[in-house]
C-alpha cells in the first residue's frame, strides 16, 4: 500500500522567513551560514536571518520534510567539518511552488486594484 500524497497546500501561508530559507535552497544545497547571506543578499538587505531564526526554521523544516540534510560533504580539507548542509525535498520544492502561486496570486489582486503604482506615488511624494 502506497503512503498517502501529502498536500502542500496544508503548509500554507509560509512565514517570510520560512519561504527565504526554502528559496534560498532551490538552487542547491547549502549550510547555514550560506543560506543566511543568500536571504540577505537576495532581499537587499531586508531581510537579515539570525541564528535562532535560522535554526528553530530548520528544525521545523526538517520535521516537516520539507528539507533534508545532505550526508555527502565537500571535500574535508576545503570545509568546515561542523557545517550540516540542507536541501530541498521533493515535497519543499512543491511547497514552496505553491507559495510561490499564492503570492503571485495575491500579486495580481494588488496590481488590478492599482495598489502597487499608487504606493509607488505617494512614496514619490513624500520624497
Known sequence: ??????NPEQ???????????LLALFDGEKHGYAIMREVE???????K?????????????LKAALITEID???DPAL???????????DFGRRV???E?????YLLEIARQKKLLGAANERLGEAS
Not at 1 to 6: D, F, I, L
Not at 41 to 47: C, F, K, L, Q, S
Request: avoid cysteine; charged fraction near 30%.
Open 49 to 61: 536571518l539570525g541564528p535562532g531564526t535560522l535554526y528553530g526554521a530548520i528544525k521545523r523544516l
Open 11 to 21: 503548509h500554507l501561508p509560509l512565514t517570510p522567513a520560512v519561504f527565504h530559507i
Open 79 to 89: 570545509d568546515d567539518s561542523r557545517r550540516r548542509y540542507y536541501g530541498l525535498t
Open 1 to 6: 500500500m502506497q503512503a498517502p500524497e501529502k
Open 100 to 104: 510561490a502561486e499564492r503570492l503571485d
Open 41 to 47: 543578499e537576495a532581499t537587499d538587505g531586508r531581510m
Open 72 to 74: 555527502e560533504r565537500p
Open 96 to 98: 514552496l511552488a505553491a
